[in-house]
């Protein structure tokens, strides 16, 4: 079981004041609402399910395991660089890289340790493990992070309410421990991701010529 301190850790580190930027990313949202693919509060927990259970949400768990299983700096090298080649677009490159440059730099600031600026869920794998903080617990709230996030940019891109926006959250929390639960159990060679429209919203977002997100 997880400690009161290691729970209150992970709230600090993937709470929205943790600033690692996140809100400036949409993950392609920004092109799936202008393109009609999503367009209200069902549409965007829809577009969600998927990217959690068949695009980055899997495979950002996995690669989250893995640097928390990592023995040694060159595994953590070779899991960064396949992180770094999974990415389908250079503006998905640019959200895991300077999210995860972000997160190592004020935690390492705070908790002196060893933490170089890794992609995103490599860092934070990596932080958890030389923080001792449970790995499942780990991939979880990260998940539900990234949702949250993605839920905020629905509110106001689509637009919806705070109340369907929050519905749309509560509906995917148990798909996010699920998912996380699921992916922490498998390897690098279990990397896949068949959430293409995700994918190519990204590469589209970046030649769209109205944008509020970087991504």
């Given at each position: 079981?997880?400690?009161?301190a290691?729970?209150?850790k992970?709230?600090?580190?993937?709470?929205p004041a943790?600033?690692v930027?996140?809100?400036a990313?949409?993950?392609?949202?920004?092109?799936?609402?202008?393109?009609g693919?999503?367009?209200?509060?069902?549409?965007?927990?829809?577009?969600l399910?998927d990217l959690?259970?068949?695009?980055?949400?899997?495979?950002?768990?996995i690669?989250l395991?893995?640097?928390?299983?990592?023995?040694?700096a060159?595994?953590?090298?070779?899991?960064?660089?396949?992180?770094?080649?999974?990415q389908p677009?250079?503006e998905?490159l640019?959200?895991?890289?300077?999210q995860?440059?972000?997160?190592?730099?004020?935690?390492?600031?705070?908790?002196?340790?060893d933490?170089?600026?890794y992609?995103y869920?490599?860092?934070?794998?990596?932080?958890?493990r030389?923080?001792?903080?449970?790995l499942?617990?780990?991939?979880?709230?990260?998940?539900h992070a990234?949702?949250?996030?993605?839920?905020?940019?629905?509110?106001?891109l689509?637009?919806?309410?705070?109340?369907?926006?929050?519905t749309?959250?509560?509906?995917?929390?148990?798909l996010?421990a699920?998912?996380?639960?699921?992916?922490?159990a498998?390897?690098?060679?279990?990397?896949?991701?068949?959430?293409?429209?995700a994918?190519?919203?990204?590469?589209?977002?970046?030649?769209?010529y109205s944008?509020l997100f970087?991504t």
């Open positions: 079981m997880a400690t009161d290691q729970i209150l992970l709230v600090q580190w993937l709470s943790y600033p930027g996140a809100f990313y949409s993950h392609g949202l920004e092109w799936a609402v202008q393109s693919a999503v367009t209200d509060a069902a549409s965007l927990r829809d577009w399910a959690l259970d068949h695009g980055a949400g899997r495979t950002d768990s690669l395991a893995a640097a928390h299983n990592a023995p040694d060159a595994a953590l090298a070779m899991i960064d660089a396949t992180a770094r080649a999974f677009s250079a998905r640019v959200e895991t890289t300077a995860g440059a972000a997160f190592a730099q004020i935690t390492a600031a705070i908790w002196p340790a933490l170089p600026g992609t869920p490599v860092a934070l794998g990596r932080a958890a030389l923080h001792d903080l449970p499942v617990l780990t991939a979880r709230m990260y998940l990234f949702t949250s996030n993605l839920v905020s940019a629905g509110i106001r689509i637009p919806i309410g705070q109340t369907e926006g929050q749309v959250l509560t509906a995917l929390t148990p996010c699920e998912v996380a639960e699921a992916a922490t498998l390897t690098l060679d279990d990397l896949a991701s068949t959430a293409f429209l994918d190519i919203a990204s590469m589209n977002h970046e030649t769209q944008r970087r």
